[in-house]
């Protein structure tokens, strides 16, 4: 399994990243990382593990077929999953795109829809969903199925990262605790004839990586194929102004961590420290 992404990441890289709020990188994990991975998963779906925070899309919102699960905060219970987040290339790739001399886990999110799941992932930003702020917080979301519009890529609006929005959380499951005041985020896909918008979307083979701005916009369609699940995992790593912001209606942080708002959150038991420049 790589410890270093396969392929090098440039300074357009980097330049198209901080203009566009969202990059595919391509080939960056290998086969190995790929196969644990998938086993993972399968593994953590129907886990009943007490830390198991499993979202089950489609049951609740009452769909007939497909599945589209989520679980989040898998690093805590799962050895594979730890190994993803503390040893894979996810965190030099995030250190490198972010610029940053040191890196800290977030957290680890797993999504997945089964062939002929109906349910999108409505337009959204990160940030508005989690109890943290800054600049330097990002997400490596990893193919390990082949995506293609088909069977529910992501699609991001470029440069929306710098709008000045911050939508409300918008969660698949529609769970009621997320409720705000904020803005309501529009369905973006009603206004692919916009000229003032620019949609980003990849095909992917497993192995690529999307790394996104918590506060880019992007969704996913249904998977309307018939045959091709759709897996991957969407690691969130930390620089240097990250900053713990428990407001209401935000995601908890299992474990608990004891930061003071405001604060770098330096808790190395729900945020370690993965990667230092040497
Ligand atoms: O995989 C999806 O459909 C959603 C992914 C996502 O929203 C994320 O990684 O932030």
Redesign the pocket.
Known sequence: MNRRPLNAISAADVAQFRDDGAICLRGMFDQDWIDRMLGAVDRVMDSTHALARPREVTRALGGTSGR?H?NTFVWCWDDDFRAWCMESPCAEIAASLMQADSVRLFYD?V?V?EPLTQE??DW?Q?LPFWPMMGEDIL?V?VALTPVSHEN?A?EYLAGSHRWGKFYAASI?DKDPNFKSTLETCPNYSLQRDNPDLRFLSWQMNAGDC?V?H?LTL???EGNFSPTRR?A?I?T?YMGADARWDPRPATMRVTGDPVVQPGAYPDDDRCFPLVWQRQ
């Open positions: 589209y989520i999110q999504f829809k999108m992932t959204h990160d997400s979301w529910s992501l698949p999307i996104h918590p992007h969704g996913s759709r991957a969407s969130r």
